[in-house]
């Protein structure tokens, strides 16, 4: 079994008298965009890998190798990670995808053959709460299929379980804002585990550069759990107006997500992940190691809105 880090609030440990090359996957994305950030802020070599040149300039101004690579172009993503100790690595999910589960595993069976052949001593996994669970958790079976392919390949890989990202609201800030309500198909007053995707990329670019040593599960969550009327309410004073929950029936789920242009497979593995979530299923598997991130709800809600 993989062993668990416990909490982590110090200062980076920065290892001194070695180079090295930090890889960054998902650069242009939330968590991948904090964690090359914070790797340039500590006076790190990184070098993010972007699906085009463009998507690179930024970051090239900061002073990052810009990598031009694509999970889909098995060459070119193995070239973009020659040279690396250690990557950061997500495998974004392409939920038109019609097999949607199936491409998502060929994604990862790619990503770790890229890992594999250029000998990355250390990858940090972004996976997910519940992936210890072998089913019934939908798009989070992908993550654990990542968890075990990249163990299979890498001599050191820390996973990341972060709980429900607090961006995940953003999409309903909107109705919020113009009507009042808060569309949810997570019980209104279920209280449950989020984080910012901040904290998430903070602790990744940690543990990037601190090395990795051995198979560790890190798992994340906020300063504490909240329920969809505590976002409701923190949505509400930010507007100064009313907010409340709109529950949606877990029926609800395959015909909404399909009309933003996810597959039918896609949907139903989202309504199998906010069942699972509606019966309190998705847990830790070490609540006691549970490592907390700083960023409360309000916070990262005022900046969203």
């Known amino acids: 079994m993989p062993t668990v880090q416990r909490s982590c609030h110090g200062a980076i440990q920065e290892k001194k008298g070695t180079t090295t090359m930090l890889v960054v996957l ?17 006076k790190q070599p990184v070098r993010v890998v972007v699906r085009s040149a463009d998507h690179g300039a930024t970051w090239a101004a900061k002073g990052a190798e810009v990598a031009v690579a694509s999970l889909d172009d098995q060459a070119a993503l193995t070239k973009a ?9 997500l495998v974004p999910p392409n939920y038109g995808a019609t097999s949607w589960l ?3 595993r060929r994604r990862v069976d790619q990503t770790a053959e890229a ?16 992936a210890h669970l072998p089913e019934g ?26 709980g429900y990202f607090m961006e995940n609201w953003a999409n309903g800030i909107g109705m919020a804002k113009a009507e009042g309500l808060l569309p949810s198909f997570i019980p209104p007053k279920m209280s449950m585990p989020m984080i910012s995707t901040r904290d998430i990329g903070r602790v990744a670019a940690e543990r990037l550069i601190a090395g990795g040593k051995g198979h560790a599960i890190v798992e994340l969550a906020g300063p504490e759990e909240y329920s969809p009327e505590e976002v409701a309410s923190e949505l509400g004073r930010i ?10 029936p877990l029926s609800a789920v395959v015909p909404t997500f ?13 309504q199998e992940m906010y069942t699972a979530f509606s019966k309190d299923v998705v ?10 991130g700083t960023k409360t709800l309000a916070e990262a809600l005022r900046e969203m809105a």
């Open 26 to 42: 998902g650069a242009t994305g939330h968590t991948g965009s904090v964690v090359a950030q914070t790797l340039l802020t500590h």
């Open 81 to 89: 990670l020659q040279g690396a100790s250690g990557v950061y690595l």
């Open 102 to 104: 199936a491409e998502q």
């Open 115 to 130: 890992v594999k052949a250029t000998r990355i001593a250390h990858v940090v996994l972004l996976s997910s709460v519940g």
């Open 137 to 162: 958790t939908g798009p989070i079976r992908a993550a654990r299929y990542g968890e075990h392919r990249l163990t299979a390949v890498a001599p050191n890989v820390t996973i990341l379980r972060p």
């Open 239 to 248: 507007f100064g107006r009313g907010v409340s929950v709109q529950a949606a």
């Open 258 to 270: 399909t009309s933003f242009g996810f597959s039918t497979e896609a949907a139903g593995l989202f």
């Open 283 to 292: 847990k830790y598997e070490r609540p006691q190691s549970l490592v907390r």
